[in-house]
């Protein structure tokens, strides 16, 4: 079955540049999502179609996809950004989440 | 305002069923594709099963393919799934999600989610 990859830890200090990134073999053809989640939170979009930025998400977040990579990159990232982040993407007629990433800022 | 709540999780035994029911209100629920999707306690997202807008078409993760039947009222504007032969590995947070339209919006994003419901399966 197809899968996402994400590593499991990104760790920066506050202001740093956080950079997730998100393997696949369809992103190619395949737009990858982004969800933030805290904890015993409900997930949040925070990038759609690649690139995009839903209302409401800091321009700090932004998106890229490159052949088989996406990345998620947290410009200037501050404390409240610790979190972990969820690559999501299409499989045909099916849907798949990388298996996420934590984020740690401090 | 979108919402979407879930209900019906609760403990069951190994090997017995459970529904879930996701009501949802603030959109128009028969022009939406709806998805199921779970986080087993401490671990990743799951996608679990999607139905389309009009019902017409389902689709599931190879982990519940054949034990759970995702299903939709128009009239009730809710969502179920009906979860047949349980395992402990079912154990996990449910949410309800709302899948965006193609060109309008966020697309085919999951836009909206519920708060989830826990299913534990112990015995």
């Known amino acids: 079955s197809y899968e996402l990859t994400q590593p499991p830890s990104v760790s920066v200090s506050p202001g740093q540049t956080a950079r997730i990134t998100c393997s696949g073999d369809a992103l190619p053809k395949k737009y990858a999502y982004w969800y933030q989640q805290k904890s015993g939170q409900a997930p949040v979009l925070v990038i759609y179609?690649?690139?995009k930025r839903p209302s409401g998400i800091p321009e700090r977040f932004s998106g890229s996809s490159s052949g088989t990579m996406a990345t998620l990159t947290i410009s200037g990232a501050h404390v409240q950004d610790e979190a972990d982040y969820y690559c999501y993407s299409t499989d045909n007629s099916g849907r798949v989440f990388g298996g996420g990433t934590k984020l740690t800022v401090l | 305002q979108v919402q979407l709540v879930e209900s019906g999780g609760g403990v069951v035994q190994p090997g017995r069923s459970l529904r879930l029911s996701c009501a949802a209100s603030?959109?128009?629920?028969?022009?939406?594709?709806i998805h199921w999707v779970r986080q087993a306690p401490g671990k990743g997202l799951e996608w679990v099963a999607v139905i389309w807008y009009d019902g017409s078409n389902k689709y599931y993760a190879d982990s519940v393919k054949g034990r759970f039947t995702i299903s939709r009222d128009k009239s009730k504007n809710t969502l179920y799934l009906q979860m047949n032969s349980l395992r402990v590995e079912d154990t996990a947070v449910y949410y309800c999600?709302?899948?965006?339209?193609?060109?309008?919006?966020?697309?085919?994003?999951?836009?909206?989610w519920g708060q989830g419901t826990l299913v534990t399966v112990s015995s």
């Open positions: 179609e690649d690139n």
């Open positions: 603030g959109f128009t629920f028969s022009s939406y594709g």
């Open positions: 999600a709302r899948e965006g339209l193609a060109l309008a919006g966020t697309g085919t994003a999951l836009d909206y």
